[in-house]
């Protein structure tokens, strides 16, 4: 009698065990701070139609299924979509080494241009999360790059008011 009863408490703690986790990888899916791989973030390109639409700059991703007829398969936006293309929202080079999220070799008034449009994209659309690599690390903190790009940018900002002041 002991054997059935074991088997019985063992399968119940395997299976309490089961949904623990599947609670537990749901909760992590639906959080608003979800971090995304580049190969994840891939997926979410605007040509499957169950999926969401995503786009990242600056390592911060967006939901911008809501602009599915730009940002979806065919549109003049699908470039962005599926990846962190921060460089092209400021180069317009929307073809191989122009579709990546590095900054080096731009102005401080162009970085400035780049948070511009990671403002415009918070304002606009619904943040689902970070994606890990240049500008948050495995944990979901900003890394230095992204400090000294916000730090650039300010300094671009300040140049883009000077030349106001002396325009005016």
């Known amino acids: ?3 059935p009863a074991k088997k019985f408490i063992t399968s119940s703690l395997f299976g309490f065990t089961l949904l623990v986790a599947l ?13 995304f791989t580049v190969e994840e973030l891939a997926l979410y390109n605007g040509t499957g139609d169950s999926l969401p639409i995503l786009l ?7 939901d911008v ?7 979806g398969a065919g549109g003049g936006y699908n470039h962005f ?16 080494d ?6 080096r070799g731009l102005s401080s008034t162009e970085v400035h241009s780049v948070v511009g449009w990671r403002d415009f994209y918070f304002r606009s659309y619904k943040f689902v999360g970070r994606l890990v690599g240049r500008y948050y690390d495995s944990q979901g903190n900003p890394t230095k790059y992204l400090k000294g790009a916000e730090a650039k940018a300010a300094r671009g ?12």
């Not at 537990?24 to 639906?30: E, G, I, Q, V």
């Not at 299924?65 to 940002?71: E, F, L, R, V």
């Not at 122009?98 to 900054?103: A, E, I, M, N």
């Open 1 to 3: 009698m002991a054997f």
């Open 23 to 35: 609670v537990a990888f749901l909760l992590k899916f639906n959080s608003s701070q979800k971090l």
């Open 56 to 62: 990242g700059i600056l390592g911060s991703v967006f």
């Open 65 to 71: 299924t809501k602009g599915k007829s730009h940002y």
């Open 81 to 96: 979509a599926g990846r962190d293309a921060s460089r092209a929202f400021v180069s317009g080079n929307f073809t191989g």
């Open 98 to 103: 122009g579709l990546t999220d590095s900054l």
């Open 157 to 168: 900002a300040q140049l883009l008011e000077k030349q106001k002041e002396m325009e005016g």
